[in-house]
């Protein structure tokens, strides 16, 4: 399990901030969900590198499945990223001033946000290994993700469901679990995927008797 | 090894990392998207030299972002693939390799000057006033190398891809927290984007932005993380004080440079800018065609053309014009705080006493207020400005005052509304004869986001009419200029629909009749033969109990508009 890698993701989010969080009070400025957004970045590309097995080779060689340590290690690390995410809301409402007028708006859009970037980041990642790149599942699945996010965010067509205010928190929500339901799915096929794919034909590669 | 041989080494390593960071995809997608965010910073409106060219260089830290990635994994690939041990035993040795990296850097190069290239050729078409400032376009350049330094800094002591994530998120966190500071501050950051007002002056202001201190700032800091990476890797004593003494001069630079950046913009700079806001005919070039008077900085001659053309549509039609003359004008919308850090109380009161002097005379007189930056390219968008200037020309032409309520700069800000008036209906259509926007674009004015808008005029829901443009901000004073009623447009559409000659002479035979704000739409559309289109199926039953026609979201504490009288 690589603790290391996700501790780093989720604690340089919540450091940049909890820093943000004390310049920001000092400027007059209150921190809102776009700074958590920016904030769970880190802890999402940190949990493209931990769906990854460096010795898959050897455990698919043992009669356990060899889904069963990728789907560990995201079990495990599905409570630091809970508590990533308890503490940065902490941290967000800890600005707001107590006589501020009216309601903060609702927390659950930005749940269900930040649990589909994750689950996309992974099923990135969980694609990635499953090809002739797998040592770079994490490397190339975070990047990936941080697009998707960008246009999930940006696009015209994306941004009326996925981004509030144009679409209502519910359509928000719903529309975030969905996306992370299907990379869940998706995650589960890759993961399950004995073989690891090649891009060129490896028989061309090999004489013409022993292809 | 000798010299020349560890230079050949250096020079053959550098050109195959940097072969391998050209063609790398992830350079490839970083490319792409540095465009993509240039793009969408360019905006529809008319590109200015001296606020594209420092956009760009935002595209180029997006750039950067993926090549400190790319050169992080490079930096760090012998150590993660755990060949550190067999490297070591090579003849060319660990810093030799850093060296090479960092030479490699090269390879970056090419995707910025692309960039740069693809984008000046965007800008250039699409009509860009003033010329570009190299000093800035080369910072780009070299916020990109200083990117990439930074990835190889951190890649020989971090192999870990996600530690080329992290060191890409900080760099981009830099330029989106750059709200949090003010001033010359702004400057500090490897990128600011969004704080400066580079995009609202009518001209290069010297010092602002202060391109040269910024980028030897970048150089500075490119420096300095090539010395912290040959540090890591160093192995000699005798070499890490040469780094060490390297850094600290690379830090010393870095620190000159950014002092250099908070210095106050030049005052004679500023004394010209606050000038040009206030005593615009010393600075505007005025030309007069056909009776109108057109005042346009002087990099901005060349928007005439397409500003005479709606104004003179409208006049073609017009009947009789009023006897106060109308000014066509470009205005400037700055901020001064954020441009005079640095100068002296007593200098900040005296231009703000001249901005506060020229803003309460010209709110005085009749004139469209063109704000620099907000002209669009072309396209659609031009049409829709067009419109707005045909329109404002038109209610300057039946006589429909700019009339409100409240301050500018509240809520409680109300334009007159010309409910039911003949005069609106025919500026309408002046408007749109003039400019020939597409019947779609003005049937989307009535609604929004499938609910019909409106105003409380004497405790009366009145449904209004958004026109093309009219919230994109291309006229100063919009926010001043009457509200159109959606009965005065489909009044309007229905007259286009007439024979022009039969409508133009019904005009002309009562114009004063009809510049009378008591004349209503019913009159008119008498006088034309038509019957008055029903606006009953824009306006919501009333709820239960009450008597009174509300709109939807308004209540008996709606706060009312004035009536556009006189």
């Given at each position: 399990m690589p603790w290391g890698t996700l501790l780093a993701g989720c604690l340089a989010g919540t450091v940049y901030l909890a820093i943000f969080a004390h310049v920001a009070k000092n400027s007059g400025w209150l921190v809102g969900q776009g700074n958590v957004r920016l904030a769970f970045l880190p802890a999402a590309a940190a949990m493209s590198f931990v769906v990854r097995v460096p010795f898959r080779p050897l455990t698919q060689a043992v009669p356990v499945p060899s889904w069963v340590t990728p789907a560990g290690h995201l079990l495990l690390a599905a409570p630091i990223l809970a508590a990533t995410c308890w503490a940065q809301l902490c941290i967000m409402t800890q600005t707001i001033p107590a006589q501020t007028l009216g309601h903060p708006p609702a927390v659950y859009p930005l749940l269900a946000q930040?649990?589909?970037?994750?689950?996309?980041?992974?099923?990135?990642?969980?694609?990635?290994?499953?090809?002739?790149?797998?040592?770079?599942?994490?490397?190339?699945?975070?990047?990936?993700?941080?697009?998707?996010?960008?246009?999930?965010?940006?696009?015209?067509?994306?941004?009326?469901?996925?981004?509030?205010?144009?679409?209502?928190?519910?359509?928000?929500?719903?529309?975030?679990?969905?996306?992370?339901?299907?990379?869940?799915?998706?995650?589960?096929?890759?993961?399950?995927?004995?073989?690891?794919?090649?891009?060129?034909?490896?028989?061309?590669?090999?004489?013409?008797?022993?292809? | 090894m000798t010299s020349a041989g560890g230079a050949r080494t250096v020079l053959d390593l550098a050109r195959a990392e940097a072969s391998l960071l050209v063609r790398s995809l992830l350079v490839l997608a970083g490319l792409l998207a540095s465009g993509a965010v240039v793009w969408v910073l360019f905006g529809s409106v008319q590109p200015l030299w001296w606020n594209a060219a420092w956009q760009i260089g935002f595209g180029q830290l997006i750039l950067g972002l993926v090549v400190?990635?790319?050169?992080?994994?490079?930096?760090?690939?012998?150590?993660?693939?755990?060949?550190?041990?067999?490297?070591?035993?090579?003849?060319?040795?660990?810093?030799?390799?850093?060296?090479?990296?960092?030479?490699?850097?090269?390879?970056?190069?090419?995707?910025?000057?692309?960039?740069?290239?693809?984008?000046?050729?965007?800008?250039?078409?699409?009509?860009?006033?003033?010329?570009?400032?190299?000093?800035?376009?080369?910072?780009?350049?070299?916020?990109?190398?200083?990117?990439?330094?930074?990835?190889?800094?951190?890649?020989?002591?971090f192999?870990?891809?996600?530690?080329?994530?992290?060191?890409?998120?900080?760099?981009?966190?830099?330029?989106?927290?750059?709200?949090?500071?003010?001033?010359?501050?702004?400057?500090?950051v490897p990128w600011e984007w969004n704080q400066d007002q580079l995009s609202g002056l009518p001209g290069p202001l010297a010092g602002y932005p202060p391109a040269g201190a910024h980028l030897l700032e970048l150089a500075g800091l490119a420096v300095l993380a090539g010395t912290v990476a040959l540090a890591v890797t160093a192995g000699h004593v005798r070499a890490r004080g040469?780094?060490?003494?390297?850094?600290?001069?690379?830090?010393?630079?870095?620190?000159?440079?950014g002092a250099l950046q908070l210095r106050p913009i030049p005052t004679a700079g500023l004394d010209h800018l606050v000038t040009e806001t206030a005593s615009l005919?010393?600075?505007?070039?005025?030309?007069?065609?056909?009776?109108?008077?057109?005042?346009?900085?002087?990099?901005?001659?060349?928007?005439?053309?397409?500003?005479?053309?709606?104004?003179?549509?409208?006049?073609?039609?017009?009947?009789?014009?009023?006897?106060?003359?109308?000014?066509?004008?470009?205005?400037?919308?700055?901020?001064?705080?954020?441009?005079?850090?640095?100068?002296?109380?007593?200098?900040?009161?005296?231009?703000?006493?001249?901005?506060?002097?020229?803003?309460?005379?010209?709110l005085t007189d009749t004139a469209i207020y063109l704000p620099v930056g907000s002209w669009p390219a072309g396209g659609s968008q031009l049409t829709d400005a067009n419109f707005a200037v045909a329109l404002t020309t038109a209610e300057w032409g039946v006589?429909?005052?700019?009339?409100?309520?409240?301050?500018?700069?509240?809520?409680?800000?109300?334009?007159?509304?010309?409910?039911?008036?003949?005069?609106?209906?025919?500026?309408?259509?002046?408007?749109?004869?003039?400019?020939?926007?597409?019947?779609?674009?003005?049937?989307?004015?009535?609604?929004?986001?499938?609910?019909?808008?409106?105003?409380?005029?004497?405790?009366?829901?009145?449904?209004?009419?958004?026109?093309?443009?009219?919230?994109?901000?291309?006229?100063?004073?919009?926010?001043?200029a009457p509200q159109p009623t959606a009965a005065g447009y489909l009044l309007a559409a229905a007259m286009v629909s007439l024979p022009q000659q039969k409508v133009s002479h019904v005009l002309a035979s009562a114009w004063g009749r009809w510049l009378n704000w008591h004349t209503t739409d019913a009159q008119l559309a008498a006088a034309l033969g038509i019957p008055m289109p029903s606006i009953s199926t824009l306006v919501p039953p009333p709820p239960p109990g009450q008597t009174t026609g509300h709109g939807p979201g308004t209540g008996p504490q709606s706060p009312q508009s004035p009536l556009c009288t006189s």
């Amino acid at each position: 399990m690589p603790w290391g890698t996700l501790l780093a993701g989720c604690l340089a989010g919540t450091v940049y901030l909890a820093i943000f969080a004390h310049v920001a009070k000092n400027s007059g400025w209150l921190v809102g969900q776009g700074n958590v957004r920016l904030a769970f970045l880190p802890a999402a590309a940190a949990m493209s590198f931990v769906v990854r097995v460096p010795f898959r080779p050897l455990t698919q060689a043992v009669p356990v499945p060899s889904w069963v340590t990728p789907a560990g290690h995201l079990l495990l690390a599905a409570p630091i990223l809970a508590a990533t995410c308890w503490a940065q809301l902490c941290i967000m409402t800890q600005t707001i001033p107590a006589q501020t007028l009216g309601h903060p708006p609702a927390v659950y859009p930005l749940l269900a946000q930040l649990t589909g970037w994750c689950a996309v980041a992974i099923a990135a990642a969980a694609c990635v290994a499953r090809s002739r790149y797998a040592d770079l599942g994490g490397a190339i699945g975070a990047p990936v993700s941080f697009a998707v996010i960008t246009l999930a965010s940006f696009a015209p067509i994306t941004s009326r469901i996925l981004v509030e205010p144009a679409a209502t928190a519910h359509t928000v929500t719903i529309a975030w679990y969905a996306i992370a339901a299907a990379a869940t799915a998706l995650t589960c096929a890759a993961m399950r995927d004995q073989w690891q794919r090649y891009s060129s034909d490896v028989r061309s590669l090999l004489p013409r008797d022993r292809a | 090894m000798t010299s020349a041989g560890g230079a050949r080494t250096v020079l053959d390593l550098a050109r195959a990392e940097a072969s391998l960071l050209v063609r790398s995809l992830l350079v490839l997608a970083g490319l792409l998207a540095s465009g993509a965010v240039v793009w969408v910073l360019f905006g529809s409106v008319q590109p200015l030299w001296w606020n594209a060219a420092w956009q760009i260089g935002f595209g180029q830290l997006i750039l950067g972002l993926v090549v400190l990635a790319a050169a992080q994994l490079a930096a760090g690939r012998a150590r993660r693939e755990g060949m550190a041990d067999l490297y070591t035993s090579f003849p060319v040795t660990a810093g030799t390799r850093t060296v090479a990296h960092l030479a490699s850097l090269a390879g970056a190069a090419p995707a910025s000057l692309l960039l740069t290239g693809a984008a000046a050729a965007v800008v250039q078409a699409r009509g860009a006033i003033g010329t570009p400032a190299i000093t800035v376009l080369a910072s780009g350049l070299v916020l990109v190398i200083a990117s990439g330094a930074a990835g190889i800094a951190i890649g020989t002591r971090f192999s870990h891809p996600l530690a080329g994530v992290l060191g890409a998120l900080a760099l981009f966190i830099t330029a989106t927290t750059s709200h949090l500071v003010s001033g010359a501050a702004i400057w500090l950051v490897p990128w600011e984007w969004n704080q400066d007002q580079l995009s609202g002056l009518p001209g290069p202001l010297a010092g602002y932005p202060p391109a040269g201190a910024h980028l030897l700032e970048l150089a500075g800091l490119a420096v300095l993380a090539g010395t912290v990476a040959l540090a890591v890797t160093a192995g000699h004593v005798r070499a890490r004080g040469a780094l060490a003494t390297a850094g600290i001069v690379a830090l010393a630079v870095t620190c000159l440079a950014g002092a250099l950046q908070l210095r106050p913009i030049p005052t004679a700079g500023l004394d010209h800018l606050v000038t040009e806001t206030a005593s615009l005919a010393s600075v505007q070039h005025c030309t007069t065609a056909n009776d109108i008077r057109y005042c346009l900085y002087p990099e901005f001659g060349r928007d005439l053309p397409s500003l005479e053309e709606p104004v003179n549509g409208v006049l073609a039609r017009l009947p009789a014009r009023p006897s106060h003359p109308l000014r066509v004008q470009q205005v400037l919308t700055l901020d001064l705080t954020d441009l005079t850090y640095g100068h002296s109380k007593d200098q900040i009161s005296q231009w703000r006493a001249q901005l506060r002097n020229a803003r309460a005379s010209a709110l005085t007189d009749t004139a469209i207020y063109l704000p620099v930056g907000s002209w669009p390219a072309g396209g659609s968008q031009l049409t829709d400005a067009n419109f707005a200037v045909a329109l404002t020309t038109a209610e300057w032409g039946v006589r429909i005052p700019a009339q409100a309520t409240g301050n500018p700069a509240s809520e409680q800000f109300l334009p007159c509304v010309p409910l039911n008036q003949a005069r609106e209906a025919i500026a309408i259509w002046l408007a749109i004869l003039a400019t020939r926007p597409s019947a779609g674009e003005l049937q989307a004015g009535l609604s929004s986001g499938g609910h019909y808008l409106g105003d409380e005029v004497s405790n009366t829901f009145v449904p209004t009419w958004t026109y093309p443009g009219m919230t994109a901000g291309y006229l100063a004073s919009s926010g001043f200029a009457p509200q159109p009623t959606a009965a005065g447009y489909l009044l309007a559409a229905a007259m286009v629909s007439l024979p022009q000659q039969k409508v133009s002479h019904v005009l002309a035979s009562a114009w004063g009749r009809w510049l009378n704000w008591h004349t209503t739409d019913a009159q008119l559309a008498a006088a034309l033969g038509i019957p008055m289109p029903s606006i009953s199926t824009l306006v919501p039953p009333p709820p239960p109990g009450q008597t009174t026609g509300h709109g939807p979201g308004t209540g008996p504490q709606s706060p009312q508009s004035p009536l556009c009288t006189s």
